[in-house]
């Protein structure tokens, strides 16, 4: 039988709330990582890995955050000029990795909120010299989300490899790392998964690897051409974080059982809902604009008067844990992280929350 948190307090846009279960996993004992117990743990969530990731191919588990497959997925990238589609927090954040990486990056950039036009991207690419492009699928200081399969459509026909950072996509809106052809994607535990935060897990495309097995200073650590060498043989490169693969094992199941399509579905209808609240709410409004909103995660818009800090704060008072805005949106917006194992009941009792938090009018 499925589980799911119908009660569920924590709406932070990640992490996001984990089951009681999905906790207890972690407590069974330590096992050998270069053992057979270990390769039949890492085989088995490589099953659940695949489907969630919609994927033939071996899925690379990092313990780390997203920021390390971010950082090799840069790293592994072709030489050459790096340009970066930034409308939010994180997509600057994946440009500012690729710089310290030693790359020529340039910025492609919107207001917030908003995502790039892909007409603004055939431009930069058909004009300029790019080896890659960085992109991130659902923009979680914005709620914004951008068609990453016309993205990768456009990049690959264009020459360059396009590297998508989808920490608050994979589980909880559709991406599809095959059929998409995906050059590489990766995601962090603690969002959409409903894992504790500590986990980051990419795809690869064959092509990607390959030249990335040429590529000059990729590094060791994150060197992706090792993680897939390893998964082949169901192991990592290094120690891994054995007590949160156990709760990854764990919560794999449940979606298993939940089926992808359906989580997606979830996701879906806690979005809907979410966006009939605002709309029953004058003076507050949707940062993304319709039709690239994020199914995971909503910033609202508050009207004058109001902060997003001082709405968190009260929302906290009542209970339930949502977010602030992000950077420069820190006050002009709040954020609902509705995404992981939430449903629309336990969401509609966020919500209630927050109406008892807005201040009066």
């Known amino acids: 039988m499925t589980q799911l948190l119908e009660e569920g307090r924590f709406f932070l846009p990640g992490p996001t709330e ?11 004992p330590m096992i050998p990582h270069r053992g057979e117990a270990f390769e039949r743990l890492f085989a088995g969530i490589q099953v659940g890995l695949k489907r969630v990731f919609r994927t033939a191919r071996p899925v690379l588990i990092s313990s780390s955050s997203a ?15 790096i340009l970066a589609m930034v409308n939010g927090a994180f997509s600057e954040r994946f440009a500012q990795v690729a710089r310290a990486c030693g790359r020529t990056v340039e910025v492609l ?31 979680t200081s914005t709620g914004a989300l951008t068609d990453v399969r016309a993205v990768q459509d456009l990049t690959r026909r264009h020459g360059a490899m396009c590297l998508v950072d989808s920490v608050t996509g994979v589980a909880g809106t559709p991406l599809e790392s095959d059929a998409w052809e995906m050059d590489y994607v990766f995601t962090g535990s603690q969002k959409a998964l409903a894992l504790p935060p500590g986990l980051a897990f990419a795809v690869a495309s064959e092509s990607f690897l390959a030249q990335a097995r040429s590529a000059g200073g ?29 709760a990854l094992e764990a919560q794999l199941t449940a979606v298993s059982a939940e089926g992808i399509e359906a989580r997606w579905s979830r996701h879906s209808a806690m979005a809907a809902r979410v966006r009939n609240w605002v709309a029953d709410h004058p003076g507050y409004g949707i940062l993304a604009p319709t039709g690239e909103r994020s199914d995971t995660v909503t ?35 709040f954020r609902i992280g509705h995404m992981g194992d939430h449903t629309v009941r336990g969401l509609d009792g966020c919500l209630a929350a927050i109406d008892r938090a807005l201040p009066h009018q």
């Open 18 to 28: 984990v089951r009681p279960d999905v906790l207890a996993a972690m407590t069974r």
């Open 67 to 81: 920021t390390g497959l971010m950082e090799a997925g840069v790293r592994c990238a072709p030489a050459g000029a």
């Open 109 to 139: 950039e919107v207001p917030l909120g908003e995502t790039v036009p892909l007409e603004q991207v055939e431009a930069k690419l058909r004009a300029g010299s790019f080896a890659a492009l960085t992109v991130v699928h659902s923009e």
């Open 218 to 246: 990729r590094g060791l650590y994150f060197d992706l051409v090792e993680f897939d060498v390893f998964a082949r043989k169901d192991q990592t490169p290094n120690t891994p974080a054995i007590s949160l693969l156990y």
């Open 299 to 333: 910033a609202v818009t508050v009207p004058e008067g109001a902060t997003g800090r001082e709405i968190a704060a009260g929302v906290e008072r009542e209970g339930y844990v949502i977010g602030a805005g992000y950077g420069k949106l820190r006050d002009r917006t």
